[in-house]
Each structure stands twice: as C-alpha cells, then as structure tokens.
Nanobody, 121 residues
Framework: QVQLVESGGGLVQPGGSLRLSCAAS????????MGWYRQAPGKQRELVAT???????NYAASLKGRFTISRDNAKNTMSLQMNNLQPEDTAVYYC???????????????WGQGTQVTVSS
C-alpha cells in the first residue's frame, strides 16, 4: 500500500506564509513527478506546481514568484513554501505523486487526503 500524507495547513493572515509538506510511504519503488493541487469551495481542482525527480519545476502562472516547490528524493518528501498568501489562496491543498511499486513497475497516480489552508484576517 502507498500513502501520501500532507501536513502544514492552517489559518494565516493575508501577507503571511505557510509551508506544506507531503510524505510518501509504503511499498515504493520509484517516484516520478510530484505536485501540489488545490481546490477552493465551488471550484474545480487546479494545478499549483509540479516537480520532476531531477528538480524541474512548473508553476501555475498566477502563483509563480510567491510559491516554491521542492522535494527530497532520499526521504520521499515534497514541500510547498507559500509566501504573501491572499484570501484567494484559501483552498484544500492536495499532494499528488506518480509512484511505482516493487511488484509493478508501472507508475500509478496517488493523491493525499488534502490539507486546509485558510487565509483570512
């Protein structure tokens, strides 16, 4: 079994910062791309950022410059540093990863359970 567990969400005032973390655990052979997505109330889930095993990053255009994605391949973890947060950043943030298991080399898409980020004064 493979699990992705997010942490670090919470309530922050406008202009503040938060750091989200995602840890992958279980029967893991390799992790390909990892990413963060978010879903605000009444809206579709949207891309925040992705990162390749080699560290190549991709950001939603509107978030570039405020958010920074990173990963530690040795620890199977990923982080998202979010700065200058605004009320429109309020959403549930989800960790996503393409993971292959020892018994099956095919990459499968996994999701975490999500962590709430609320930006409000």
């Amino acid at each position: 079994q493979v699990q992705l567990v997010e942490s670090g969400g919470g309530l922050v005032q406008p202009g503040g910062s938060l750091r989200l973390s995602c840890a992958a655990s279980g029967s893991i052979f390799r992790i390909n791309a990892m990413g963060w997505y978010r879903q605000a109330p009444g809206k579709q889930r949207e891309l925040v950022a992705t990162i390749s095993p080699g560290g190549i990053t991709n950001y939603a255009a509107s978030l570039k410059g405020r958010f920074t994605i990173s990963r530690d391949n040795a620890k199977n973890t990923m982080s998202l540093q979010m700065n200058n947060l605004q009320p429109e950043d309020t959403a549930v943030y989800y960790c996503n990863a393409e993971i292959s298991r020892p018994a099956n080399p095919r990459f499968v898409n996994y999701w975490g359970q999500g962590t709430q980020v609320t930006v409000s004064s």
